[in-house]
């Protein structure tokens, strides 16, 4: 059974900063690409950031110089850094991958700024 297990949301101000991390089981994390995407109230859901397995990463345009998304192989866990946020970054963040020709997300987790 594929789990994802997001945390590290929370409330900060204006130009902080927060780590999510997204725990990752029951597939081969090492060879599996992950994404980090956010859904604000009223919106869709959108892709934030996505790492592959090789290390190659995608931004959207957004968060382009403020977000940082890796990997730890390790420990299964993929990390997505926030820095300067803004105001239009709330949203609950959702970590994802794809496995056994499945989509799998977690539970999500809240991102609160306040200006």
């Known amino acids: 059974q594929v789990q994802l297990v997001e945390s590290g949301g929370g409330l900060v101000q204006a130009g902080g900063s927060l780590r999510l991390s997204c725990a990752v089981s029951g597939t081969s994390f090492s060879v599996s690409a992950m994404g980090w995407y956010r859904q604000a109230p009223g919106g869709q859901r959108e892709l934030v950031a996505r790492?592959?397995?090789?290390?190659?990463?995608k931004y959207a345009d957004s968060v382009k110089g403020r977000f940082t998304i890796s990997r730890d192989n390790a420990k299964n866990t993929v990390y997505l850094q926030m820095n300067n946020l803004k105001s239009e970054d709330t949203a609950v963040y959702y970590c994802?991958?794809?496995?056994?020709?499945?989509?799998?997300w977690g539970q999500g987790t809240q991102v609160t700024v306040s200006s």
């Open positions: 994802n991958t794809q496995a056994f020709l499945a989509n799998y």
């Open positions: 790492i592959t397995s090789g290390g190659t990463t």
